[in-house]
């Protein structure tokens, strides 16, 4: 059972326009999320989070807005660049005292220069 | 200063083999999280381990196991490999529990069982 999904496998986006990737979780328990990027043969690296107790957060050219009645959270990148092109993993955390996330399968964005 | 270290960074492995994974945590981090990563399946949490606890485990065979050692070093072991264990093995440290400690992940150990 996913309980996090990443909908769109891929995105293609014009350097300079916005991206926006999509994520939707069925788990209402969950009251943090985590955005990543991940190169080829890299971990993934952190990006932007935000709690359950906000509906939006930014940080420089990202920003990610929560729908909480709608289990639905999405991450903004404008403007977009060749060098944002990875994949993207959005995770939820359940809370507590725990560090196991829950992650999406991803969207692969690419920025076309 | 350093990152999270995981070595090997590549390994091939027989079926039937097992194998052991090592992964050193940034300085001061207490937490070590394992995940495996394989083609369209995202990242499937493993376990996290706490002050040489483990405090979750994920969906997996009894197969896969783990440790951490006194100086947060972890050690995640997978006997009886099969095919389908070929996958990127990612850790992540932190310094504490809960998601507002942030993590920090690992280039990871990618295994190739054949």
């Known amino acids: 059972d996913q309980q996090v999904k990443q909908n769109s496998p891929s995105l293609s986006v014009q350097e300079g326009r916005i991206s926006i990737l999509n994520c939707d979780y069925t788990?209402?328990?969950?009251?943090?999320f985590l955005w990543y990027k991940k190169y080829p043969a890299e971990g993934p690296t952190f990006l932007i989070s935000i709690s359950s107790i906000k509906d939006k957060n930014e940080d420089g050219r990202f920003t990610v807005f929560l729908n909480k009645s709608a289990k639905h959270l999405s991450l903004h990148i404008v403007p977009s660049q060749p060098g944002d092109s990875a994949v993207y993993f959005c995770a939820a955390s359940g809370g507590g005292a725990t560090n196991k996330l829950i992650f999406g399968t991803g969207t692969l964005l690419a920025v076309q220069p | 200063k350093a990152g999270v270290t995981q070595t090997p960074r590549y390994l091939i492995k027989t079926r039937g083999q097992q194998v052991t994974l090592s992964c050193s945590p940034i300085s001061g981090h207490r937490s070590v999280s394992w995940y495996q990563q394989t083609p369209g399946q995202g990242l499937q949490f493993l376990f996290e381990y706490f002050s040489e606890t483990q405090r979750n485990k994920g969906n997996f065979p009894g197969r896969f196991s783990g440790r951490q050692f006194s100086n947060s070093r972890s050690e995640m072991n997978v006997s009886t490999l099969e095919l389908g264990d070929s996958a990127l093995y990612l850790c992540?440290?932190?310094?504490?529990?809960?998601?507002?400690?942030?993590?920090?992940f690992g280039s990871g150990t990618r295994l190739t069982v054949v």
């Open positions: 788990n209402s328990m969950f009251d943090y």
């Open positions: 992540a440290s932190s310094r504490g529990q809960g998601p507002y400690w942030g993590y920090t």
